[in-house]
C-alpha cells in the first residue's frame, strides 16, 4: 500500500456548512482504489473528515474513478466504503 499523499485531496466548493451536510472532496492518486479504501489510509485527514463525507478518487495510474464515502472516524482512524467505479466510456 502507498502512502496517503494530502497534496492530492482537494474540497470541493465551499466547506462552510461542515456538520450540516455532507462534504465532498477529490482525492487523485496512483493507488488503486483496493490500497485508498483501507483503513487507517485516510487518516492524516480525520480531523478534517466526517462520517459521510463523500470523496470522489481518481486513479491516476489506470485512469478510473471511484467514489468512496467515509464509514467510520474514530480516535484518528479513518474508513472509507468499498468504492463504486464510475464507467469510463468513450464510444465516439
Do not use: C
Not at 497534496?7 to 482504489?33: C, E, F, H, L
Not at 489506470?62 to 464507467?87: H, K, Q, R, Y
Amino acid at each position: 500500500i502507498m502512502a496517503f499523499n494530502r497534496t492530492g485531496m482537494n474540497p470541493i466548493g465551499g466547506q462552510s456548512k461542515k456538520g450540516v451536510a455532507p462534504q465532498m472532496w477529490t482525492y487523485t492518486s496512483a493507488d488503486a482504489i483496493a490500497d485508498v479504501n483501507t483503513e487507517g489510509y485516510f487518516n492524516d485527514m480525520s480531523d478534517d473528515l466526517s462520517v459521510g463525507d463523500v470523496i470522489f478518487v481518481h486513479d491516476s495510474n489506470t485512469p478510473t474513478l471511484s467514489i468512496v464515502m467515509v464509514a467510520s472516524n474514530a480516535s484518528g482512524v479513518v474508513d472509507v466504503t468499498n468504492g463504486t467505479t464510475v464507467a469510463m466510456t468513450d464510444s465516439d
